[in-house]
């Protein structure tokens, strides 16, 4: 389950900072940022799919999305800033709801075979946005820790093999643990859990 952000770990109330560390090297962690046949399998949160992606994967080029739930449509929207990989990966971020214009920044630090994500995003109109949306992000996180375990595992579990998602992760990560235990490749960690007041 996702946890909650600690108010006292922010810079300032108009930012959000969260660190991760992912079980992979920062090609592949930055890889699955970079194509919607990865983004609609893992980015949540939890409770939420992407009903539409639509990604011009280059440095001014656009991306939106929509975040759907039962009875709700979120739509978010963008444009890629600074695409460097593997290292950094920077887009703006506006809700269509109000129009506020964010800028989402993301380095990626490669440690013993393992990879450090810097996660930054800023401004927030207030408190109560920045830390809605750091529930949503680390749901988010959670769930691309997950597919990533699945991605990464081997060589034939890529995006054309996994089955498609239709209403959240969790088909993807489901299938994928239940093929996990048929392969003896050991269990899953961590679940997340979704409400209708946070969103990344």
């Not at 592949?28 to 409770?47: A, Q």
């Not at 299938?175 to 859990?193: I, M, W, Y």
């Amino acid at each position: 389950m996702a946890t909650a952000i600690d108010p006292s770990s922010q810079p300032d109330d108009e930012t959000l900072v969260i660190e991760r560390i992912f079980d992979a090297p920062r090609a592949l962690v930055f890889r699955l940022w970079s194509s919607p046949e990865h983004i609609v399998r893992w980015w949540g949160p939890e409770g939420y799919h992407l009903s539409s992606c639509s990604m011009d994967f280059r440095e001014g080029g656009e991306w939106r999305f929509c975040m759907s739930r039962p009875e709700r449509n979120h739509w978010i929207h963008g444009v890629y800033r600074e695409i460097a990989p593997p290292g950094r990966l920077s887009f703006t971020y506006i809700n269509d709801a109000d129009g506020h214009e964010m800028l989402v920044t993301l380095d990626f630090t490669e440690q013993d075979g393992k990879t450090l994500m810097r996660f930054r995003q800023a401004p927030f109109m207030n408190v109560r946005e920045r830390d809605g949306h750091g529930w949503g992000w680390s749901s988010s996180f959670d769930l691309f820790s997950q597919y990533l375990r699945v991605h990464g595992n081997s060589g034939v579990w890529t995006s054309v093999t996994l089955p498609r998602r239709e209403d959240g992760a969790s088909i993807d990560i489901s299938s994928a643990r239940e093929r996990a235990r048929q392969e003896d490749a050991g269990p899953f960690v961590g679940e997340s859990n979704g409400n209708d007041t946070a969103r990344n």
